[in-house]
């Protein structure tokens, strides 16, 4: 009954922004945790940030001081919004969820329900 939508990717130049939009149907999003992976051709799925029900967030070294996970749990939507963008953060991004506590940003496997991703494209 989990599905979670994302949307807001595109195209965008080197040092633009975008903000992806994970809508989540099927869970409150205040008692999940919840996260945003990234996966580029022929690369591992990485953790890039993650925020638990509470609120508390936390990132990867790769992403801090650039990215901002947030949520609406009134609208049971999670965001990304991600700033001065390189190249190298050019991938397929997904939404994910999962029930469980997570001290700190979890891998992949560690959650259970996920979105189909999309695609966000940096040029230099």
């Known amino acids: 009954q989990v599905q979670l939508v994302e949307s807001g990717g595109g195209s965008v130049q080197a040092g633009g922004s975008l903000r992806l939009s994970c809508a989540a149907y099927?869970?409150?999003?205040?008692?999940?945790?919840m996260g945003w992976f990234r996966q580029a051709p022929g690369k591992e799925r990485e953790a890039v940030a993650a925020?638990?029900?509470?609120?508390?967030?936390s990132y990867a070294d790769s992403v801090k001081g650039r990215f901002t996970i947030s949520k609406d749990n009134a609208k049971n939507t999670l965001y990304l919004q991600m700033n001065s963008l390189k190249p190298e953060d050019t991938a397929m991004y997904y939404c994910?969820?999962?029930?469980?506590?997570?001290?700190?940003?979890?891998?992949?496997?560690?959650?259970?329900?996920w979105g189909q991703g999309t695609q966000v494209t940096v040029s230099s």
């Open positions: 099927g869970l409150a999003s205040s008692m999940y945790s």
């Open positions: 994910a969820a999962d029930s469980r506590w997570k001290l700190l940003l979890s891998p992949a496997r560690e959650y259970s329900y």
């Open positions: 925020i638990a029900g509470d609120g508390a967030t």
